[in-house]
């Protein structure tokens, strides 16, 4: 299968320029895709487009990562309903070194067919001068075309309005592709569908200069089938990096996905083949209670961005969090239940009465909603049931003799810190 048949059955697709179907059939074509820079990681929102540029990559064409190190310095305005704060030279070159790592997971950099290039465009856009901007890209674009743009019109309408600096973005974009089309014969340009504006004016300023054909080709912007932002969890951003989401809180994320979004993630995600995704989504239909789908997801996902090693420690955790919680360590089960309500309380040679213990962690209101939820057998401490409404807990009890691990009922936890 071509790339455009790849990405289009994977539902990748969500708008192309016309010919692009043609052009990667028939020939090996040089594309990029920009990652912004404005933060320490990427994240699992940008983990589709990666993928697009992997699968390039992996059906023999040309595919170039662009660190904006100079856009980054100025902030798209795409999706944003206020200005983005200005970030240093220094905290945006930091955050291009910590992308490269992450790209590398996906992008092979030292193939000896077709290798995979990361450039940054501060290389070039940092070098312009003002005036050579204005008089050599900039009398290509009307102010009308611009003001056209969603991303500007949103802004506009906006009670903060858009800066001058903000308003140039998309000239600086359209920039890069000329200097990709003239360093490396680059003709395609890949993004997210919020891109579309941004990349057909670089197709426009290529042909305008250099008489040129470029293309470009967007990708959906996801929402899961509850309609709410995908990339998001309890505790906010699912980052790639591990000091920023653990392992084991990335394996939940993709496990946790609803029946209604796995096999589309499969698809967007993973480069599991239509036979095996087929087969997985039979296993959603006949046995949504295995999980198989999930599990699959949550193995492949995890497995490329964090290793092997690490997918078999997030399973094995998973596995003492429902059946040991008392084999695990403090550490393994704070990062485990990272989000979840948590309290600390002062430690005490004596212990705590149970039922005092949740009222003043605030796992409960009150002593007596305490002592209904031990009698309706619905409350586990470090999983272990709790029947007896008076029963005492102490410091030898917790874990490592600082951490309780409450239930209520079959899901909600609650960590209970002693200081």
């Known amino acids: 299968m071509d790339l455009f048949g790849e990405l289009e059955w994977r539902g990748l697709v969500y708008d192309a320029t016309e010919g692009v179907r043609d052009v990667l059939t028939r020939e090996k074509v040089t594309g990029y895709i920009g990652f912004d820079p404005t933060a320490a990681s990427l994240h699992v929102g940008n983990l589709l487009v990666m993928m697009a540029l992997a699968h390039m990559q992996r059906q023999g064409h040309s595919a170039i990562a662009v660190v904006g190190g100079g856009t980054g310095l100025i902030g798209d305005p795409s999706g944003k309903s206020v200005e983005r704060q200005l970030m240093s030279v220094?905290?945006?070159?930091?955050?291009?070194?910590?992308?490269?790592?992450?790209?590398?997971?996906?992008?092979?950099?030292?193939?000896?067919?077709?290798?995979?290039?990361?450039?940054?465009?501060?290389?070039?856009?940092?070098?312009?001068s003002a005036v050579d901007f204005m008089r050599d890209v900039g009398k290509h674009f009307t102010i009308n075309a611009m003001l056209a743009k969603e991303s500007v019109k949103r802004r506009i309408e906006s009670e903060d309005g858009i800066t001058y600096t903000e308003f140039s973005y998309s000239l600086l974009q359209a920039y890069d592709f000329l200097e990709l089309y003239d360093r490396f014969g680059?003709?395609?340009?890949?993004?997210?569908?919020?891109?579309?504006?941004?990349?057909?004016?670089?197709?426009?300023?290529?042909r305008r200069l250099r008489g040129g054909k470029a293309h470009g080709l967007v990708m959906p912007l996801?929402?899961?089938?509850?309609?709410?932002k995908f990339g998001k969890s309890e505790s906010g951003t699912i980052w790639l990096d591990p000091a920023l989401t653990t392992p084991y809180?990335?394996?939940?994320f993709w496990f946790k996905t609803e029946d209604r979004d796995v096999v589309r993630y499969l698809k967007f995600f993973t480069f599991l083949d239509a036979p095996t995704i087929a087969g997985l989504e039979r296993t959603v239909a006949e046995s949504p209670e295995k999980r198989e789908a999930q599990r699959a997801l949550a193995r492949d996902v995890t497995g490329r961005v964090h290793g092997a090693a690490a997918v078999a420690e997030a399973e094995a955790t998973a596995n003492l969090m429902f059946t040991d919680v008392g084999a695990l360590t403090a550490r393994q089960i704070e990062?485990?239940?990272?989000?979840?309500?948590?309290?600390?309380?002062?430690?005490?040679?004596?212990?705590?009465a149970v039922v005092e213990l949740l009222a003043t962690?605030?796992?409960?209101?009150?002593?007596?909603?305490?002592?209904?939820?031990?009698?309706?057998?619905?409350?586990?401490?470090?999983?272990?049931?709790?029947?007896?409404?008076k029963a005492r807990v102490t410091v030898e009890q917790a874990i490592e003799g600082q951490l309780f691990v409450v239930r209520k009922g079959k899901r909600d936890n609650f960590l209970v810190h002693i200081r």
């Open 222 to 228: 996801i929402t899961t089938a509850a309609g709410t």
């Open 335 to 352: 990062q485990s239940l990272a989000g979840v309500p948590s309290a600390t309380i002062a430690r005490t040679p004596e212990g705590w």
């Open 90 to 128: 220094e905290q945006v070159e930091a955050n291009a070194e910590g992308i490269r790592a992450q790209l590398a997971r996906f992008l092979d950099f030292d193939s000896a067919v077709a290798p995979a290039r990361m450039v940054n465009n501060a290389d070039w856009l940092t070098k312009l």
């Open 249 to 252: 809180e990335f394996y939940q």
């Open 361 to 389: 962690a605030g796992v409960t209101k009150s002593k007596s909603e305490a002592t209904r939820l031990i009698r309706g057998g619905g409350l586990y401490i470090n999983d272990r049931r709790v029947t007896d409404e």
């Open 186 to 206: 680059c003709t395609l340009q890949m993004g997210g569908s919020d891109q579309w504006g941004n990349i057909t004016a670089g197709m426009d300023l290529i």
